[in-house]
């Protein structure tokens, strides 16, 4: 099949390069893969919830490749994509539901539970700089769909995960916890560009990396950061060092992945590489040696 395909290039150079689509898993938190236009045709602009979409070809037609909120209501959702002559077509594809689990984590520097104001003030800033990031663009033919691992280590805590810091529910769990040692090498999933690093009050150390199309990346908690905003990452290059600062239990890799503005599920973009899951192993452990964190 890829032979075909890739011969079907060289014949026609005028088409529409091939790409495998990520697992497609169309629930809240998940991807929907939204078959557009002909190939033949130019690339339309699609947009969900108001934010621009990643658009990739495959088996001759575009795909939108669409991040949904860990938020959204199942059932049946539409987005628009701008066609030839600009003019706006709605597709619907349906979410399915799926339940989280629920987390309970035991800090004990309440601080890091109820802030005081000029934390706030800190955080409101934060929040600011990762949006942000988050919503930067960047256009690419084949962004990357198929992610390494960034860190060797045991799953320590699933995406999506209701969460509750001291028995105070808190923000779902927008990513993966890697547990590793303080020091081990944090690494680019898949090239890119450095699109913002910062110190966070709940993230800590960061570096964000922008792969295209929407697809942001984002490392938290890191003891270094090895990487300036501006610089070009390959796969496997090392960007910083699994740490403990920001909102921890303990040293970690938190990894979000991001697309429209959208957290979603990293392992959906890591097939075949998955870290070993948190229930495998002596059964669950405490909260308080839990090497969890935001
Ligand atoms: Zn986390």
């Known amino acids: 099949m890829r032979i075909s ?46 934010a621009r979409v990643m658009v990739v070809s495959q088996d001759d037609h575009w795909h939108a490749v669409v991040g949904l909120p860990l938020s959204l209501a199942p ?20 979410v399915q539901p799926k339940e989280y689990a629920a987390q309970y984590l035991t800090l004990t520097n309440k ?12 955080i409101q800033r934060d929040q600011v700089a990762v949006a942000r990031a ?34 105070q529910p808190r923000q779902p769990h927008s990513g993966i916890d890697i547990a590793a040692p303080e020091g081990a090498p944090v690494t680019a999933p898949a090239p890119g560009i450095v699109v913002e690093t910062g110190d966070y009050f709940f993230n800590g150390n960061t570096v964000f990396l922008d792969h295209g199309q929407g ?7 890191l003891k270094r950061i090895e990487v300036k905003p501006g610089a070009r990452v390959t796969i496997g290059q090392k960007i910083g060092e699994v740490g403990m600062t920001g909102r921890v239990t ?30 495998s192993g002596a059964g669950p452990q405490p909260a308080q040696t839990l090497q969890a964190g935001d």
């Open 5 to 50: 395909a890739a011969w079907l290039l060289v014949l026609l150079p005028g088409v529409a390069a091939a790409q495998e689509l990520p697992r497609a898993l169309p629930v809240p938190g998940g991807i929907a893969a939204v078959k557009l236009a002909p190939a033949s045709e130019p690339p339309p602009r699609a947009y969900f919830n108001g």
């Open 75 to 94: 059932g049946a959702q539409k987005l628009t994509a701008m066609g030839r002559e600009g003019v706006g077509r709605e597709y619907a594809f349906t």
């Open 111 to 122: 601080r890091l539970v109820d802030p005081g104001a000029k934390d706030l003030e800190r």
């Open 134 to 167: 988050f919503g930067s663009w960047t256009e690419a033919a084949e962004p990357p769909l198929r992610f390494a691992l960034p860190a060797q280590g045991r799953l320590s805590s699933e995406f999506g995960l209701r969460r509750f810091f001291n028995n």
């Open 215 to 221: 697809l942001i990346t984002m490392y938290n908690h």
């Open 250 to 279: 303990g040293a970690h890799l938190h990894w979000t992945v991001s697309l429209n503005k959208t957290a979603i599920d990293p392992l959906l973009l890591t097939p075949g590489a998955a870290p070993s899951a948190v229930s």
